[in-house]
């Protein structure tokens, strides 16, 4: 009887936890981002109403790779990324690959171009609606992408908070 009791009580904890689970994801920090391919990242966002993150480089753009290193593989930015956003990476310079906008096939690079990029890395931030929020040209330091991500998370800037007021912290987002 004994033995039938714990594993009844085994039995509800591992319930629990696999609801806990469920409900609130894994409770180990992520280690990758889960980039999505640009027209698969557009559905995804319209089907969760999650803002999108298209990042543009290119594999000869130093500060690109210094991005992947330094700001992508930090778990803190990771989580933020792959919970609230997302995440589309485009190489400019691939050739054969097509994005479909508007039933028209377009290159990464003429996508970057519609978007006024001019130097790598460039970051878009669009809403799951696919309207322009933001673009942001060059490396980003942790001490201000990661405050950025809770900003446009936050609709921060639908609130007449200015971003410099958010980081400042002269102003909430409410």
């Known amino acids: ?6 594993s009844i009580a085994a039995g509800a904890s591992l319930f629990l936890l696999s609801l ?3 409900q609130y994801g894994p409770i180990y920090p992520e280690s990758v981002i889960r980039w999505q391919k640009y027209n698969t ?8 109403k999650k803002p999108i993150m298209i990042f ?21 930015i990771i989580g933020k990324i792959n919970r609230n956003f997302i995440p589309i990476r485009l190489d400019v310079n691939k050739r054969g690959k097509s994005i479909r906008i508007s039933n028209k096939r377009i290159s ?28 942001i040209p060059g490396f ?11 900003y446009i998370d936050g609709i921060c800037y639908n609130k007449d908070v200015s971003f410099e ?10």
């Open 1 to 6: 009887m004994k033995k039938f009791k714990r």
């Open 20 to 22: 806990i689970l469920s």
């Open 41 to 48: 990242g557009r559905k995804k966002s319209e089907r969760t």
């Open 56 to 76: 543009f480089y290119s594999e000869w753009c130093i500060y690109c790779k210094k991005m992947d290193r330094e700001i992508f593989t930090d778990s803190e």
């Open 108 to 135: 990464p690079e003429q996508l970057f171009s519609m978007m006024n990029g001019s130097v790598l890395p460039y970051l878009v931030f669009l809403d799951h609606k696919g309207s322009l929020i933001t673009t």
């Open 140 to 150: 980003l330091e942790k001490r201000i992408f990661s405050p950025l991500l809770s």
């Open 165 to 174: 007021d958010y980081l400042m912290g002269s102003k909430k987002c409410k």
